[in-house]
């Protein structure tokens, strides 16, 4: 896959990043699992206050790149340009089972230097808006699979990230807490943050700036239709 | 010293949210702390002296998959927190600080009750014995996670590596390459056996320890670790 098939540019030109510079610039990455290659040339910019969907058939580089673009993954060809911080949400959530969620909050704000009050009433401000039971003392391992994604999300958006990187985040999510996602999502974008989803609900596409299709040429039939602001 | 001061901060988090995981897991505590109880109580059947060697080793192995197992119930989100400001390092230095407190204190109460049950010829290399195991141990654990970090292989590796030391006479030269020789010497010492000389023993330990982290450390940062490219240029 080239980079110029990778990606399909959606709507009005990015938003201005007044003299900055994107937050994230990848270009000519390249991965192969053994003999597949999974991204073959992908470029992806992402400027401030722009949403950008990553799109695709399973399997086809959406979560490498996600990872890749987070640092988390390495590509075998390509370099990444990131500037301001990242707040990764992974697919999976990469929680301490044996934790609670305000001790997640105290570990993870740790990173940033917060105090454990100051990380703990910051992340529960977040968990609130994500409509997360806040004071449920249980361990991670015995919340729900939405409830765990919750804290998942919020623990991306702690510390006031400029760029997010969210590899479908609403995995299991009731219908008013999805709706409610997408909802935040814009107010991110007006808030000047950037955000890359890696997304299969193509219903909301039109509340994304650009979509990014990995989908393969050769299998490109299939692609989902174009879609933007 | 700002630096120094934030570097203590995070360090002393993961060690309290390590510990936290740690207690809450009742059940693998309660086996941890029952096996070389088991060990040290069926040899004790046969000789009392003996078994002092049986419950080093068993604290040991309960002690290095402790570490293990800490390690790799931390592997999906430790990629994260170093992506966000930890230093892998810290994570290190935080877990291994933990579990070398609380295998210290396990491996005195055995130690004490082992000089109760075993009358020791000498009961300074008794505690010389059990205290030595916990750094060893957890250094072992540390080390086979970050080289291979799947619960069924790294369990083999310790469970291998010790009991080839469970299996072995005492005078066995193999004994003088693996990792619980000095731990293995003193408890022959407190048995009133023919030993190893000390300063050898504590000097081999340290070595072991050493090695060991420095692998656990190169291996776990190499995992965790997050690839940075420079800022995008700005906009022309």
């Known amino acids: 896959m080239t980079a110029a098939s990778a990606t399909t ?11 900055r510079g994107p937050l994230l610039a990848a270009s000519g990455i390249v991965k192969r699992y053994g003999v597949k290659h999974v991204l073959d040339g992908v470029d992806l910019t992402v400027h401030h206050g722009e949403v950008v969907a990553l799109v695709g058939e399973n399997g086809c580089g959406k979560t490498t790149l996600l990872r890749i673009c987070a640092g ?13 911080r990242i707040g990764y949400c992974p697919q999976e959530p990469g929680l301490l089972e044996l934790l609670s969620a305000d001790e997640h909050l105290a570990l993870f704000g740790a990173a940033f230097g917060l105090s454990r009050k100051a990380a703990i009433a910051s992340g529960r401000r977040l968990l609130e808006e994500l409509d997360f039971p806040v004071g449920d003392r249980s361990v991670s391992k015995d919340l729900s699979g ?4 919750k804290l998942n999300l919020a623990l991306a958006l702690l510390g006031d990230p400029e760029l997010l990187l969210l590899d479908e985040p609403y995995q299991g999510f009731d219908t008013g807490s999805y709706v409610n996602f997408w909802d935040h999502v814009t107010g991110w974008r007006a808030a000047g943050r950037a955000t890359v989803v890696v997304t299969h609900m193509l219903g909301e596409l039109s509340r994304v700036d650009r979509v990014v299709d990995l989908t393969h040429p050769s299998r490109r039939a299939s692609a989902p239709a174009e879609a933007g602001r | 010293m700002t630096e120094v001061r934030a570097f203590l901060q995070r360090t002393l988090i993961a060690a309290e949210m390590q510990g936290r995981q740690l207690l809450r897991r009742r059940m693998a505590l309660a086996i941890l702390v029952a096996l070389p109880v088991a060990l040290y109580l069926a040899m004790l059947t046969q000789s009392r002296e003996s078994a002092i060697e049986f419950g080093a080793l068993g604290m040991s192995w309960s002690v290095a998959c402790a570490a293990l197992f800490a390690v790799l119930a931390a592997r999906e989100a430790e990629p ?8 892998p390092a810290e994570l290190i230095l935080g877990r291994f600080l933990l579990l070398l407190v609380g295998g210290t204190a396990f491996a005195a109460l055995v130690g004490v009750a082992m000089t109760l049950a075993s009358s020791p010829v000498s009961v300074a290399a008794l505690f010389g014995s059990c205290l030595l195991v916990p750094p060893i141990a957890v250094s072992l ?10 619960d069924l292989e790294g369990t083999l590796v310790i469970i291998g590596l010790v009991g080839i030391q469970l299996a072995l006479s005492g005078g066995a030269w193999v004994n003088g390459i693996l990792p619980m020789n000095g731990p293995i010497q003193l408890a022959y010492l407190a048995g009133g056996f023919p030993a190893d000389p000390v300063g050898l023993m504590l ?3 340290l070595v072991y320890v050493v090695a060991l982290l420095a692998i656990a450390a190169a291996g776990w940062s190499l995992r965790v670790r997050v690839r940075r490219g420079r800022p995008a240029a700005p906009a022309q």
Do not use: W
Request: charged fraction near 20%.
């Open chain 1, 72 to 84: 988390i993954a390495h590509p075998d060809a390509g370099r990444v340009e990131v500037r301001g």
């Open chain 2, 203 to 205: 000097v081999h330990s």
């Open chain 1, 146 to 149: 939405g409830t765990r994604q």
């Open chain 2, 141 to 150: 654990g540390l080390a086979v996670a970050a080289v291979l970090p799947h």
């Open chain 1, 9 to 19: 540019a959606k709507g009005p030109a990015p938003s201005p990043d007044r003299g």
């Open chain 2, 80 to 87: 994260r927190l170093v992506l966000i400001g930890f230093r």
